[in-house]
Structures are given as structure tokens and as C-alpha cells.
């Protein structure tokens, strides 16, 4: 019987080509370029069972995400468990619209409402240093994952200080004496009944960060509610959304007294966030 290669094992695969190159590299511990350099290397056989392993997983469905253990997000690699949600590349404008609102800030102070792994807060904190960054999170598994994202991927010495990581149902953990230059979250929005909850990666994510079990918007309410009295004078809110929410939200932000309401779209062209200024 011949040996089996990285080669052979592509060519079998039952996934798409990129799914079964990012587990297979897993398996092996290699660059990805060496399997090309080492495609026709014969492989033990206990790597070719590690690869066969995480495969038939994958093709039952579970998030490629959370097979390797990582997801990348605004240029930096973050642990991913199922204790929370994976990262998206949608979720990217929610970062860069909020680094748009800190220009000009000196020490700028941002809160993200439902850290999850982090992604949001921590690709803040490392494209600005000097941010002070607080990151709430109803889960303690969660936050279990996002500070050792902290830990890993940001600098001990910015200036900014450490991450503030919090556990917290929305605001009501947070000190009432703070106030917020950039609120940001990527709150459940998913209504309960949709059955994307029951399709593909979303059946191994945890429920609680994607539904809020009523109509997609309670968790927005809270979140839009609250804001006014946790900005400072002409702060922001920019919050992520689902596809046909937005009108809903600029409703719900027009309400609160925001000025400048507005959404912004994803590279899909999908109304992915909404936000607005509170009057100077």
C-alpha cells in the first residue's frame, strides 16, 4: 500500500479546498506553503488520523473556527471555544467605524457591551495604544477566553493600560461614574424563531450570543436605552445589527436623542451597523 501524502489526502477530501488545507496544516503543525513545498512527503499515520478526525468532524458541521482552536480578525489570531461566538469579517467595519470616531481623541475611552473572545475590544486596543478599553460580558466562560486573548495579543505596557474585562449584564456591573467616548456592540440580534439557528456554524456557537429569545431587538433596546447617560458630550454608540434591522435601529437611536443617526454597509453591501452621536 502506498504512503499517503498531503496530496493525496487534498484530493479525497470531502470539504472545500480551504477548509481541508487550514485542518490539515492543523493536524501536521505546518505553514501552510509547506504543503506545497512537502506535498509528496509520506505521512505517519497517526497525523493522517489526526486529519481524518477533525474532516469527519467538520463534515458533521462543526465550525472549522472551532476545530483549530483560532479565527483571525482584524490581522490578529484569537482563541475561539464554544463559549463564544466566532468572529466574523463583517463584524470589521463595527472596529473600523469606531477608530474613525476616536480620531482626534487623546485617550479616547471605549466600552464594548458583550466582549465574547474580544475581537472588538482588543482590535481597538492594539490599533490604539492609548485607549482606555473596558469589555462587558454576561458569560464568565467568555471572559475566560477574551482575557487570554488580552493576555496574548496586546501589548502590558500600552499606554492605554490593560483591557478591563467585566462580567456584566449590559451596564449594570459598570461603574455609573464612568463615561464613554465610543460605546460599541455586536449584541443577539438573531430573533428567536429564525431558523438560522438551527444551520450550519450556528448550531455549535452559543445561543445566548446570537439570540436574545424575543424579537432579534431586546438586547438593542437595553443597549440603545442605556447609552445616553454612559457617553460623554457628543460621544458615540455604533452597534451591529442583523440585515433587516437597521431602520429599526435608527428608529431606536433617532428616540434616545441621537443626532447624526446613520448606517453604514458591509462589503456585501448589507446595512451591517448603526449608530449615532449624542448633542454636544
Given at each position: ?9 487534498l484530493?479525497?477530501?470531502?470539504l ?7 485542518l490539515l ?7 501552510r506553503?509547506?504543503l506545497?513545498t512537502?506535498?509528496?512527503?509520506a ?11 477533525l474532516e ?6 462543526e ?21 463564544v461566538?466566532i468572529p466574523r469579517?463583517?463584524t470589521?467595519?463595527?472596529v ?14 471605549v ?9 472588538i ?5 492594539s490599533t ?10 454576561r458569560?464568565?466562560e ?8 488580552a493576555?496574548?495579543?496586546l501589548d502590558?505596557q500600552r ?12 451596564y449594570?456591573?459598570l461603574?455609573a ?5 465610543v460605546i ?6 438573531i ?5 438560522h439557528?438551527s444551520?450550519?456554524?450556528l448550531?455549535?456557537e452559543?445561543?445566548g450570543?446570537l439570540t ?10 437595553a ?13 458615540v ?8 434591522q437597521?431602520e429599526?435601529v435608527?428608529a431606536?437611536?433617532s428616540a434616545?436623542?441621537?443626532a ?7 462589503l456585501?453591501?448589507?446595512?451591517r451597523?448603526?449608530?449615532g452621536?449624542?448633542?454636544?
Amino acid at each position: 500500500m502506498s504512503p499517503t501524502t498531503p496530496a493525496a489526502l487534498l484530493r479525497a477530501s470531502r470539504l472545500p479546498p480551504l477548509e481541508a488545507r487550514i485542518l490539515l496544516t492543523h493536524a501536521l503543525g505546518w505553514r501552510r506553503t509547506e504543503l506545497i513545498t512537502r506535498s509528496d512527503d509520506a505521512l505517519d499515520p497517526a497525523a493522517v488520523a489526526r486529519y481524518q478526525a477533525l474532516e469527519a468532524r467538520r463534515v458533521a458541521g462543526e465550525p472549522v473556527a472551532q476545530l483549530v482552536g483560532t479565527r483571525e480578525f482584524f490581522g490578529l489570531d484569537f482563541d475561539v471555544t464554544p463559549d463564544v461566538l466566532i468572529p466574523r469579517p463583517e463584524t470589521e467595519l463595527l472596529v473600523e467605524t469606531a477608530l474613525v470616531a476616536m480620531e482626534g481623541i487623546s485617550r479616547p475611552r471605549v466600552l464594548d457591551l458583550g466582549a465574547g473572545t474580544g475581537a472588538i475590544a482588543i482590535a481597538i486596543a492594539s490599533t490604539r495604544p492609548d485607549a482606555r478599553v473596558w469589555a462587558l460580558d454576561r458569560s464568565a466562560e467568555a471572559l475566560v477566553v477574551a482575557t487570554r486573548n488580552a493576555t496574548r495579543l496586546l501589548d502590558a505596557q500600552r499606554p492605554g493600560g490593560a483591557l478591563v474585562l467585566t462580567q456584566s449584564n449590559w451596564y449594570e456591573a459598570l461603574d455609573a461614574t464612568l463615561r464613554f467616548d465610543v460605546i460599541v456592540s455586536n449584541p443577539p440580534y438573531i430573533a428567536s424563531g429564525d431558523p438560522h439557528l438551527s444551520e450550519g456554524d450556528l448550531r455549535f456557537e452559543p445561543r445566548g450570543a446570537l439570540t436574545d429569545e424575543a424579537d432579534g431587538l431586546s438586547a438593542i433596546r437595553a443597549i440603545v436605552a442605556g447609552a445616553p447617560t454612559r457617553l460623554s458630550a457628543k460621544g458615540v454608540l455604533w452597534i451591529e445589527h442583523g440585515y433587516d434591522q437597521a431602520e429599526a435601529v435608527r428608529a431606536l437611536l433617532s428616540a434616545q436623542g441621537f443626532a447624526e443617526v446613520r448606517s453604514e454597509q458591509d462589503l456585501a453591501g448589507i446595512e451591517r451597523i448603526s449608530g449615532g452621536r449624542l448633542p454636544g
